[in-house]
């Protein structure tokens, strides 16, 4: 007998944490799209162990699954235009976590980034979750719980290519100015309180949609536009798996600019939504391989508010914001 209760000691001590409360870890799928690669980049909130990478390479139509223990918090976003120098030193064009190497190790995204933020496991049991772009955007990203339940537990993101749309005044190109590589917020660009939802706008009667933030939303009107956007962008899950899509739809899938140089494919005209010229502009679509950027349009503009003039060329990516949920 006593034989036998040693045997259910041992066996107590060896179950793994989730078995011995009862929860499961949550499964992470991570999935490129992209016609590109991407840098996955992963941030676990303050005194959250970190997950088993902070950084990977993801090649065009890989997948990488990753395991969370309960009660996980963080953050997930794609890196892109990411090269090593002679060095050995790692550094990315967009959302790049300044690490200097292919792991973050407990660095954020350097905004303008598209973010997937999780806390599993919170109040009432649930998962809570949401694709922010209140650091900017860089690439797009669904994010689609699986096996879950609950009334709130669907599918979001941002599946346009903002890129494109991105105001001039907000938007980061290459330094032949070719095309965007990312979208700043209006936070970033300006450094305004009522932008940063700071100072006398640090509360949600205070802070208000703004004519930038309302271009994200009208592409993207499932993510987070800005800090107080919550009611139309915090999702909930009970018992879920994610999975995390790169360019999710196909016209959101960008071709290398050597292709599209060559080819003379790969661009699209629209007019610029941060401009009110009645003209047309030929914006390629693709990504850029230097590593060199510069913020277009920016200017000074302290004490004033200046608004987007015109927010035209949004409606052609509406339908595929919507269609994938």
């Known amino acids: 007998m006593a034989h036998f209760t040693l045997i259910v000691a041992i066996c107590v001590l060896i179950l793994p944490h989730p078995f011995i409360s009862g929860t499961q870890a949550t499964t992470f799928t991570i999935v490129n799209k992209c016609d590109y690669v991407v840098w996955p980049g992963i941030l676990s909130n303050a005194g959250v162990p970190p997950l088993p990478t902070t950084g990977f390479t993801l090649q065009r139509g890989e997948t990488k699954t990753i395991a969370a223990p309960a009660s996980w918090g963080g953050r997930f976003w794609g890196r892109t235009h990411c090269s090593q120098d002679s060095a050995g030193k790692f550094s990315c064009l967009t959302a790049d976590c300044g690490s200097g190497k292919l792991e973050c190790s407990g660095n954020g995204a350097a905004p303008p980034a598209t973010l997937a933020e999780f806390t599993l496991d919170g109040a009432g049991g649930l998962d809570f979750f949401d694709v922010s772009l209140v650091d900017g955007y860089n690439v797009p990203m669904l994010v689609a719980p699986k096996g879950g339940k609950g009334q709130n537990c669907s599918s979001t993101g941002c599946v346009v290519d903002l890129n494109g749309l991105c105001p001039s005044e907000l938007r980061v190109t290459s330094i032949e100015g070719r095309g965007g590589v990312s979208c700043r917020s209006a936070c970033d660009a300006f450094r305004q309180p009522q932008y940063c939802c700071s100072g006398a706008y640090a509360t ?122």
């Open 204 to 325: 949600p009667d205070t802070c208000k949609p703004s004519s930038y933030s309302r271009v994200f939303k009208t592409a993207c009107p499932r993510a987070y536009s800005y800090a107080y956007d919550d009611k139309t962008s915090t999702f909930t899950c009970a018992n879920a798996d994610y999975t995390i899509t790169f360019c999710p739809s196909p016209n959101t899938s960008q071709k290398s600019s050597q292709e599209a140089t060559t080819q003379g494919e790969n661009t699209e005209t629209t007019t610029s939504p941060g401009e009110n010229t009645g003209t047309t502009t030929s914006l390629p679509t693709s990504p850029l391989s230097n590593t060199t950027i510069v913020y277009e349009g920016f200017l000074d503009y302290s004490g004033a508010s200046h608004p987007v003039a015109g927010i035209v060329g949004i409606t052609v990516a509406i339908w595929w914001s919507w269609q994938l949920f």
